[in-house]
T-cell receptor, first 109, second 114 residues
C-alpha cells in the first residue's frame, strides 16, 4: 500500500518568516495530494490540494509543489502568523487518504 | 465539514464492552471513511466504504466492524477484541463525481476506556 513520509516533525519559525514542510510518497498511482491543518482537539481542515497533472498551486500565503518523478510534494507558507501555529498533515490519495505523520508548526510572535 | 456529524463527542467504554460510534452525512457523498488518531500521531485508516452495502478494511481494521446500510450513515463498532481503543475517531466522506477527491471530516469522537 501507500506510504507517506513527512518532515520535519516539528518546526519553529519567527513571525513573518517562511515555513516549508516536505512529504514523499511511495505509490506512483496516487493522483491527489491534499494538505490539512489540525488545531488541538479539532478535526483536520483542508487548506490546499494539488492533483497529479499540476506542478504547483498557490492560494494567498500558501503554496504546494509536486514532483511526480521524484514522488515528493511540499507545502510552503510565507509571511507566517501566530494563527498558523497548528499540526499540518500531508496525504496521498489513491482510494483513501494515507496521511503523513504530521508537522507541528510553531510561529513565534 | 458542516454536513458530517458524529456522536457522541465523548464515549466511555468498559472492559469487554462493544460500543458504536455514529457518523451521518447529508452531502450525498458515496464514499465514507473511518480514521483513528492517537495523541500526537497522524490518522490511520480503519475502514472505508465507496458505495452502499460495500466496505473495505483499511490498515488497522482488527477489533473494529462497520456497516453501510444507508448512503448517509456509516457507523463504527469498537469491539471487545480491540484491546487499546483509547483514541480520537474521525469520520470522513467524499463525493465520487469528477474532481470530487476532497474528503471532509466530521468533528470526531473521543473514546476513553474506564
Amino acid at each position: 500500500g501507500e506510504n507517506v513520509e513527512q518532515h520535519p516533525s516539528t518546526l519553529s519559525v519567527q513571525e513573518g518568516d517562511s515555513a516549508v514542510i516536505k512529504c514523499t510518497y511511495s505509490d506512483s498511482a496516487s493522483n491527489y495530494f491534499p494538505w490539512y491543518k489540525q488545531e488541538l482537539g479539532k478535526r483536520p481542515q483542508l487548506i490546499i490540494d494539488i492533483r497529479s497533472n499540476v506542478g504547483e498551486k498557490k492560494d494567498q500565503r500558501i503554496a504546494v509543489t509536486l514532483n511526480k518523478t521524484a514522488k515528493h510534494f511540499s507545502l510552503h507558507i510565507t509571511e507566517t502568523q501566530p494563527e498558523d501555529s497548528a499540526v499540518y498533515f500531508c496525504a496521498a490519495v489513491r482510494r483513501a487518504l494515507t496521511f503523513g505523520s504530521g508537522t507541528r508548526l510553531q510561529v513565534q510572535p | 465539514d458542516g454536513g458530517i456529524t458524529q456522536s457522541p463527542k465523548y464515549l466511555f467504554r468498559k472492559e469487554g464492552q462493544n460500543v458504536t460510534l455514529s457518523c451521518e452525512q447529508n452531502l450525498n457523498h458515496d464514499a465514507m471513511y473511518w480514521y483513528r488518531q492517537d495523541p500526537g500521531q497522524g490518522l490511520r485508516l480503519i475502514y472505508y466504504s465507496q458505495i452502499v452495502n460495500d466496505f473495505q478494511k483499511g490498515d488497522i481494521a482488527e477489533g473494529y466492524s462497520v456497516s453501510r446500510e444507508k448512503k448517509e450513515s456509516f457507523p463504527l463498532t469498537v469491539t471487545s477484541a480491540q484491546k487499546n481503543p483509547t483514541a480520537f475517531y474521525l469520520c470522513a466522506s467524499r463525493g465520487t463525481q469528477a474532481g470530487g477527491e476532497t474528503q471532509y471530516f466530521g468533528p470526531g469522537t473521543r473514546l476513553l476506556v474506564l
